[in-house]
């Protein structure tokens, strides 16, 4: 069984869909424990309320961003997981602590990447005035927001939305697709090939130069209204 550690900063509402579906669903993955780097975050009560161990590396206790990576990955390691899973974990993870976990660092973003990346992506769409819009799972690479693209879910944007209600759409759907991919993470479904142009294919997604693969053949463009 393919192992995980999540990591959050605040709320953790996709953390819990992934705890949760665990339960229900057996999702086939050993979560090995919720890092927080900050030790207000509500989704540490969460992550206790179902019995997974957490724990707490404040970016405030350490003098550099550098310092900090390096005691995050060191608290990683004690857990030895098979991925990372980003769930609303709010740090810019430098080069070097992404070099640690080759290929292994998953995330999940509220926009339909390329587009949007960073922060406020809800609040730029509206102002945009693009007609869908969604989230994004992908994976990890130096630049932010810019690895990989494994699965999208994409909502309509309504005439008479507000950033909450356009967050709330999307959000829904992000507790349907994270926990849906780390069942294929589990499962060995997704591979990372090389950089290379015969890779390319109707089941690849060229992106950043790194191509995954779904070997589950189970792409997919979520819409509300539909499981
Ligand atoms: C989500 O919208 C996620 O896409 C983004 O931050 C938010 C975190 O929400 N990265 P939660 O902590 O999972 O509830």
Redesign the pocket.
């Known amino acids: 069984m393919k192992s995980i550690v999540i990591l959050?900063?605040?709320?953790?509402?996709?953390?819990e869909a992934i705890l949760r579906a665990r339960s229900t669903t057996n999702l086939p993955v050993d979560i090995r424990a919720v890092i927080s780097n900050r030790p207000d975050a509500k989704?540490l009560e969460t992550a206790a309320a179902h019995h997974v161990p957490q724990r707490v590396v404040d970016h405030k206790d350490y003098a550099s961003r550098e310092d900090f990576d390096r005691a995050l990955a060191g608290t990683i390691d004690f857990f030895q997981p098979d991925f990372v899973v980003l769930?609303?974990f709010m740090r810019v993870l430098g080069a070097d602590f992404i070099a640690h976990f080759p290929n292994r660092i998953i995330?999940?973003?509220?926009s339909l990447l390329p587009s949007f990346p960073g922060l406020h992506t809800h609040r730029r769409a509206l102002a945009a005035g693009v007609k869908i819009h969604g989230?994004t799972v992908h994976l990890v690479t130096p630049d932010l927001d810019c690895g990989p693209i494994i699965a999208q879910a994409a909502v309509p944007v309504l005439p008479d939305d507000t950033e909450q209600a356009l967050?709330e759409r999307?959000?829904a759907q992000?507790h349907i697709i994270y926990p849906r991919v780390i069942g294929w993470l589990a499962a060995g479904g997704v591979t990372c090939l090389p950089p290379a142009p015969s890779n390319a294919g109707p089941n690849v997604l060229q992106f950043d130069q790194l191509p995954v693969r779904h070997q589950a053949g189970e792409d997919f463009l979520r819409v509300p209204g539909g499981e």
């Open positions: 959050i900063s605040g709320r953790g509402s996709n953390m989704g769930a609303g995330n999940i973003h509220p989230a967050a999307v959000l992000e």
